[in-house]
């Protein structure tokens, strides 16, 4: 459906210039000029809710793994990397000069995505903040990539009140413009073009005396113009997302509040892809093969009800839900389940496990009930969603566990101790607990530290940690297999 109205520029730029032309503008086609975006406007057209919600959950799929980049040090090259990645499986931005794209389609999803994850994010100081962060990284990761001619034309796009420094003025402040530029770029100097703004935009400057400052006012060189834009998103973001909290209590849609509050948790532990399947090869896995897999290739949260079910020969309802769906998904059959399970429980008479136990597992593979196919529980679900007591054996240790009692998992099961104990625990003491596992992970698997689980991807779910350590173990041993060959032909 088209609307009449009149234009007041470009999608996302509305500080661009106004046109007085009434005309018809077709919302759901809007056009977008340039991959950079400030998100001035809200998307003025309509979505599907499974669009709403997918996508936001692609772009928060990009925002953890920001996050776990900050978390784990990472410098800001890494980073970029990382994003890039991360931006070509979720959240594609291709620049002007791509052909054969719908660049106006990748940018709606950028665009209504920013929007969703800002009335999810707006509900306190710390989502807030965090937010901002990851959401102010990604922008500089697309600043950082993108070419001259697109920066300079979006620049161009938007007033940034940026006042440019006569030449005149320039000269009469030389020497106090000399003494804030580094040695390295002295030699510029005669050709370094210089702006001015008010110090209150460019307070990272300022905190470094990389800027002169008179009157209030900060002497910006031109090659660190990027600085003024940052803050300026930085801010307007802000603002925009103190506007979002106070209107969000107005908004009186049940299935929407669902969503948000579901994407709102999404930080802290990542989105993982569904698990509901067994795995893409077709791999089966036995019940006499659960043993060994779980000392090498499950996760602590795994390995802790496995141990805790040979120990005791039994594991509550959760604890039930949670390892047996991980174990569906990892390939076991319904018929190795139920031998499986039959065989723990063996302090249980056939005739009881019959009863009670039976039929919840074939619920599980969606044999019986609603026949629905279950996936296996995300490390969102297991952090937020049905918390142990004392006396249960599910959720995530890294979060549920003190931490005396994580220490003694991590040393006993993971055979983890010293500093790199040390470098777990703190991880989870800043509640980065996806962090700490994904450096688990590399710890029992002879990683460096960020190489995470593959191209410095952070754990999001305990079959992916289950299915990469399976895959590298297959590649470990291919390519010892293909060295040994290589050695025998050539004594041949």
């Known amino acids: 459906m088209a609307t009449l109205s009149a234009r007041r520029g470009p999608v996302g730029s509305s500080s661009a210039k106004p046109?007085?032309?009434?005309?018809?503008?077709?919302?759901?086609?809007?056009?977008?000029?340039?991959?950079?975006?400030?998100?001035?406007?809200?998307?003025?057209?309509?979505?599907?809710?499974?669009?709403?919600?997918?996508?936001?959950?692609?772009?928060?799929?990009?925002?953890?793994?920001i996050e776990s980049c900050f978390a784990r040090n990472r410098p800001f090259e890494e980073l970029k990397?990382?994003?890039?990645?991360?931006?070509?499986?979720?959240?594609?931005?291709?620049?002007?000069?791509?052909?054969?794209?719908?660049?106006?389609?990748?940018?709606?999803?950028?665009?209504?995505?920013?929007?969703?994850?800002?009335?999810?994010?707006?509900?306190?100081?710390?989502?807030?903040?965090?937010?901002?962060k990851a959401e102010l990284a990604l922008f500089r990761v697309r600043w950082d990539t993108d070419d001259v001619a697109e920066k300079s034309a979006f620049m161009h796009s938007r007033d940034f009140a940026l006042g440019e420094v006569s030449k005149e003025e320039k000269t009469e402040l030389e020497e106090q413009l000399r003494a804030c530029t580094p040695q390295k770029f002295q030699n510029d100097f005669p050709k370094e073009r210089y702006i001015k703004v008010p110090w209150t935009r460019v307070p990272d400057l300022v905190q470094t005396r990389q800027v002169y400052l008179r009157a209030g006012i900060a002497y910006v060189p031109f090659r660190l113009q990027p600085s003024v834009i940052f803050q300026q998103f930085h801010d307007d973001l802000e603002k925009a997302l103190e506007l979002t909290a106070r209107a969000l209590p107005r908004m009186d849609e049940d299935r929407l509040t669902l969503v948000l509050e579901h994407l709102s948790k999404g930080l802290q532990a990542g989105i993982a892809s569904e698990y509901s399947s067994g795995p893409e090869s077709g791999e089966s896995v036995t019940a006499d093969m659960i043993d060994g897999l779980a000392k090498k290739h499950f996760p602590l949260c795994m390995r802790m009800l496995h141990d805790t079910l040979r120990k005791d020969c039994h594991l509550k309802h959760q604890g039930r839900l949670q390892y047996g769906l991980f174990l569906k998904v990892i390939g076991l059959p319904i018929d190795e389940a139920l031998a499986f399970w039959r065989r723990s429980f063996s302090k249980m008479a056939d005739d009881k496990f019959t009863k009670e136990h039976t039929y919840n597992i074939k619920h599980n593979y969606g044999l019986v009930g609603k026949m629905a196919n279950y996936p296996a529980r995300s490390c969102q679900t297991i952090l937020t969603q049905n918390p142990p007591s004392t006396t249960d054996s599910h959720g995530c240790p890294y979060r549920h566990y003190s931490e005396d009692n994580l220490r003694m998992a991590l040393q006993t099961t993971m055979s983890i101790s010293g500093t790199d104990?040390?470098?777990?625990?703190?991880?989870?003491?800043?509640?980065?607990?996806?962090?700490?596992?994904?450096?688990?992970?590399?710890?029992?698997?002879?990683l460096r530290k960020g190489e995470g689980i593959g191209s410095g991807e952070t754990v999001t779910h305990p079959n992916e940690y289950a299915q990469r350590s399976r895959d590298l173990e297959k590649s470990k041993t291919q390519a010892a297999s293909a060295a040994i060959g290589e050695e025998s032909m050539s004594i041949d």
């Open 19 to 65: 046109s007085v032309i009434a005309q018809v503008e077709n919302h759901f086609e809007p056009h977008y000029p340039h991959r950079l975006n400030f998100y001035d406007s809200p998307p003025q057209f309509d979505v599907t809710l499974e669009q709403f919600e997918s996508w936001a959950l692609d772009r928060l799929r990009i925002l953890a793994e």
């Open 81 to 132: 990397n990382i994003v890039g990645a991360q931006q070509k499986k979720y959240l594609s931005m291709n620049s002007n000069t791509a052909i054969n794209v719908d660049k106006d389609a990748e940018r709606k999803k950028d665009h209504v995505s920013h929007f969703v994850l800002r009335l999810a994010f707006c509900r306190s100081d710390e989502l807030r903040r965090r937010f901002i």
């Open 421 to 446: 104990l040390q470098d777990v625990l703190s991880s989870v003491r800043s509640q980065h607990y996806h962090v700490a596992c994904t450096r688990v992970y590399e710890l029992t698997h002879g």
